[in-house]
């Protein structure tokens, strides 16, 4: 699910959607701008001036969303919540019109699955605020110091925020705004978020007949292709998996990358 999305406007009031890249294609562009027609001149780049950019992102690293039904169970613990100190930055999240922070069914229904450890589905990790936090630093790096674009510290009239309205996707994005502004604001943060039957930043099957029913039968009808249900079988076995209830190559990979990323990239190395 996307974390978030912003976007930024140079000395004016304007906004910043929160996760990864439209600048780069704003440059690209620019640079392949050469001229269509013999007589056309190339682009002046240096009367090129930068008016906004949209980030767009997903969360951090986090815990599965569905354990897998073997007899040893990845544990989860409950210090892999503890947040880096470095990554704390106060918000508020309301709805679209800054009216109060809308209801999301999601983070209800993920503590039900309860993890082996303490941990629930779905939680945001340390190694996952880590990552949002380094991915700030590195949009600091390109708009505030190598591009004078973005003041350095957080204010509301150069920066607009929006969410998917789920816990793990609002801690991603506090901790990529605290690494891009290194924790120091002029204002008020605020996250804006829509309702769920509404939502447009994540596939809504909920709310859009047309998605829902052309994916439906999808994922099962996948699973079904010549060789795809004897290759699963065999890593099912392999993993002595003997369950059938929902256990697929998306939720086999959904554990994998998530036990991968539960130690951070430096601890797997040293562990291997």
Same mark, same amino acid.
């Given at each position: 699910?996307? =974390?978030?999305?912003?976007?930024? #406007?140079?000395?004016?009031?304007?906004?910043?959607? %929160?996760?990864?890249?439209?600048?780069?294609?704003?440059?690209?562009?620019?640079?392949?701008?050469?001229?269509?027609?013999?007589? *056309?001149?190339?682009? $002046?780049?240096?009367? +090129?001036?930068?008016?906004?950019? /949209?980030?767009?992102?997903?969360?951090?690293?986090?815990?599965?969303?569905?354990?897998?039904? !073997?007899?040893? /169970?990845?544990?989860?613990?409950?210090? +892999?919540?503890?947040?880096?100190? @470095?990554? !704390?930055? $106060?918000?508020?999240?309301?709805?679209?019109?800054?009216?109060?922070?809308?209801?999301?069914?999601?983070?209800?229904?993920?503590?039900?699955?309860? +993890?082996?450890?303490?941990?629930?589905?779905? /939680?945001?990790?340390?190694? =996952?605020?880590?990552?949002?936090?380094?991915?700030?630093? #590195?949009?600091?790096?390109?708009?505030?110091?190598?591009?004078?674009?973005?003041?350095?510290?957080?204010?509301?009239?150069?920066?607009?925020?929006?969410?998917?309205?789920?816990?793990?996707?609002? &801690?991603? %994005?506090?901790?990529?705004?605290?690494?891009?502004?290194?924790?120091?604001?002029?204002?008020?943060?605020?996250?804006?978020?829509? &309702?769920?039957?509404?939502?447009?930043?994540?596939?809504?099957?909920?709310?859009?007949?047309?998605?829902? &029913?052309?994916?439906? =039968?999808? #994922? *099962?009808?996948?699973?079904? /292709?010549?060789?795809?249900?004897?290759?699963?079988?065999?890593?099912?076995?392999?993993?002595?998996?003997?369950?059938?209830?929902?256990? $697929?190559?998306?939720?086999?990979? $959904?554990?994998?990358?998530? &036990?991968? @990323?539960?130690?951070?990239?430096?601890?797997?190395?040293?562990? *291997?």
């Amino acid at each position: 699910m996307i =974390g978030g999305v912003f976007s930024v #406007r140079m000395w004016a009031p304007v906004g910043f959607l %929160t996760s990864l890249a439209y600048c780069v294609h704003q440059r690209r562009t620019a640079r392949a701008e050469p001229s269509r027609a013999e007589n *056309q001149h190339p682009v $002046d780049r240096s009367q +090129l001036e930068l008016k906004m950019v /949209q980030v767009v992102f997903r969360h951090g690293a986090r815990s599965p969303l569905k354990p897998l039904p !073997q007899e040893e /169970q990845a544990e989860w613990n409950l210090r +892999l919540l503890e947040v880096p100190p @470095e990554t !704390q930055f $106060d918000y508020t999240v309301t709805n679209l019109t800054g009216g109060p922070k809308p209801h999301c069914p999601f983070d209800s229904q993920y503590p039900e699955t309860k +993890l082996k450890g303490g941990m629930f589905a779905g /939680q945001l990790t340390n190694v =996952g605020m880590q990552q949002m936090f380094a991915l700030g630093e #590195r949009l600091r790096k390109n708009y505030v110091e190598d591009i004078p674009f973005l003041s350095p510290t957080f204010n509301p009239m150069e920066v607009f925020v929006r969410s998917t309205n789920i816990y793990r996707n609002l &801690e991603s %994005t506090r901790c990529l705004l605290a690494g891009l502004f290194q924790c120091q604001k002029e204002g008020p943060i605020i996250i804006h978020a829509d &309702e769920a039957s509404s939502e447009v930043l994540y596939p809504n099957y909920q709310n859009c007949w047309s998605l829902r &029913e052309r994916t439906r =039968g999808r #994922r *099962q009808a996948a699973s079904l /292709q010549p060789g795809i249900s004897e290759d699963l079988q065999k890593v099912k076995e392999g993993m002595c998996i003997t369950s059938n209830d929902g256990v $697929d190559f998306l939720s086999l990979f $959904d554990n994998m990358a998530a &036990e991968q @990323e539960k130690i951070g990239p430096r601890r797997l190395c040293e562990s *291997q």
